[in-house]
């Protein structure tokens, strides 16, 4: 699936290989901008989504294992938050307000996966979960502004659906992962492409441009596609193998931080005070959530035998 070259074959490299993946993760929200300049949310979108599902579907070639997903319905909703929502949403936060603030917006994704889980996994909030839940909701209502409705808000509104179906589609796949013959693989791809078939639609409802196409727009359209979005799942999977995954997804922390700082330098976005405030509490939500995930797998992990890790094959 993955080069050897480029697989990861220890814990060492594991932490690398999740470093460089939060740094491009988080760059991802520049680039994204900068290539909106020369192109259309819409259809950029579908063309990006697009080239990753041909990467994802080579690497299943390249596998050589399960190609046919175990459920079409699970894909199919799966695919519907996950793909459509979130990543329609995603792009037309970034091209109608900044990318950083955006970035912030979309990573409340913990909050709402904990309110959608509840009634659909059965998941009871506990703990610091709930003033988590309660500070991330303080922080939405400083950064949105709903006494204050002009500027951005648009793009706002646009980071917290994504943010929504980001989680939904997180609580569909953790639902469907117990279905007898699952492959985490196969199920993405199918997710992804199914997910992609309305993005591919909505441009032909509306009047858009095509993509002013330059060796520029070429390099940062391969980075959102190629190497953010196939190649950062591709490696986001190998890493989990090494990591456990409590510890993988501190990396959620640093991506927005990334985003808003590059995106300050770069396009020089600004945030007003109430802004810095919101996004303070919601910092302050993601700790909570982060401790209280901690906590649970060191408790987890004190009960069980411990087991080597599993490299790619």
């Known amino acids: 699936m993955i080069p050897a070259r480029f697989r990861v074959h220890s814990q060492r490299g594991a932490y690398v290989a999740l470093a460089l993946l939060t740094l491009v993760w988080g760059l991802n929200w520049v680039v994204m901008k900068a290539a909106l300049a020369h192109a259309h949310a819409l259809v950029f979108n579908a063309e990006r989504t697009w080239a990753a599902v041909a990467v994802l579907f080579a690497a ?19 695919g519907l938050f996950q793909t459509t929502v979130n990543f329609g949403a995603t792009m037309l936060a970034v091209a109608t307000g900044g990318a950083g603030k955006a970035s912030v917006l979309v990573f409340t994704m913990p909050f709402w996966t904990l309110l959608i889980a509840w009634p659909v996994l059965h998941e009871r909030i506990r703990g610091l979960q709930i003033p988590a839940i309660a500070f991330a909701f303080a922080g939405l209502v400083l950064v949105v502004a709903p006494w204050a409705w002009h500027g951005d808000i648009q793009s706002k509104l646009w980071a917290i659906l994504s943010g929504f179906g980001w989680a939904a589609g997180t609580v569909s796949l953790k639902h469907y992962q117990r279905d007898r013959g699952f492959d985490m ?9 199914l997910g992609a078939l309305p993005l591919a639609a909505m441009p032909w409802f509306y009047d858009v441009t095509a993509t002013q196409w330059s060796t520029a727009q070429v390099a940062l359209f391969l980075y959102v596609s190629v190497i953010s979005s196939a190649g950062g799942f ?25 985003a808003l700082v590059a995106s300050m330098a770069i396009f020089g976005e600004r945030l007003a005070p109430n802004e810095w405030q919101g996004i303070g509490l919601i910092g302050i939500g993601l700790a909570l959530i982060t401790a209280y995930a901690l906590v649970g797998a060191r408790r ?5 035998e411990p087991t080597a890790p599993v490299p790619l094959d």
Request: no cysteine; charged share 10%; hydrophobic share 60%.
């Open 300 to 304: 987890r992990a004190s009960l069980a």
């Open 234 to 258: 591709l490696i986001w999977m190998t890493v989990l193998r090494w990591l456990p995954a409590g510890t993988a997804s501190l990396n959620m922390f640093a991506i927005p931080v990334i």
């Open 185 to 193: 693989l196969t199920f993405i791809t199918w997710q992804m492409a």
């Open 60 to 78: 299943l070639v390249a596998r050589r294992g399960r190609m046919l997903p175990h459920s079409w319905r699970a894909v199919a909703v799966t």
